[in-house]
């Protein structure tokens, strides 16, 4: 069997680090676990900066993570890009939002790089999820438009219980159950797919 060599630099902000985790694995770690790797060798990247918005990563991403990725022809390279909630604390408008996500598609589809974007998460404010729900569904425009994969995290979680009650018991942030439950939306709303690799068989 060829050997397929794959990179992935993920890219956004303190929560791709697994902050306030017990397990420290964070949605990343669970889903690189969850990933086979039968005829694969995988190495993947966490490009983390606290409090980043999309304006931030726009400006910073190709420099950090084209530094993890390889010229090689036979290797692959992959960009995963979590957004957040932190344009709704700046001046930025909903549609300069759009265009700085536009704008990282752009550049990396010009470089061959496949990208998958995980949308904002809900919080426990309910006036500031609906600003989310429509930052959510611009991300998820630009996105679907450019035909790059677009996992919705905040319409599932938005009214989960498990959920906000992990958010309630941590101050607002992921705790174990909720970096669980962002990765299995991850891993069951186009993450095989993105990576062309077989789905594994439920376990029993």
Not at 46 to 51: M, R, S
Not at 165 to 176: F, H, T, W
Not at 180 to 197: D, E, N, P, S, T
Request: glycine share 8%; proline share 4%; charged share 25%.
């Amino acid at each position: 069997m060829e050997m397929r060599h794959l990179r992935i630099a993920v890219v956004g902000n303190e929560l791709l680090t697994g902050v306030g985790d017990p397990r420290g694995l964070g949605w990343v770690g669970r889903v690189i676990s969850k990933t086979p790797l039968e005829g694969i060798e995988l190495q993947h990247y966490v490009l983390a900066v606290p409090g980043e918005g999309t304006e931030a990563l726009s400006d910073r991403w190709q420099t950090e993570a084209s530094l993890r990725f390889s010229d090689a022809e036979d290797t692959e390279n992959f960009l995963a890009i979590a957004l957040n909630d932190t344009d709704l604390d700046s001046a930025t408008s909903s549609a300069r939002s759009r265009l700085n996500l536009a704008n990282i598609l752009d550049r990396a589809s010009q470089e061959g790089t496949r990208c998958l974007v995980l949308g904002p998460t809900p919080t426990l404010d309910q006036e500031r999820n609906r600003r989310i729900a429509e930052l959510n569904r611009a991300y998820q425009d630009v996105a679907s438009r450019r035909s790059h994969t677009y996992v919705d995290a905040f319409t599932p979680l938005v009214n989960h219980q498990q959920w906000s009650e992990d958010l309630a018991a941590n101050e607002g942030r992921p705790g174990q159950a909720a970096y669980g439950l962002i990765a299995w939306l991850v891993l069951h709303r186009g993450w095989y797919q993105w990576l062309g690799v077989t789905e594994p068989a439920p376990s029993s």
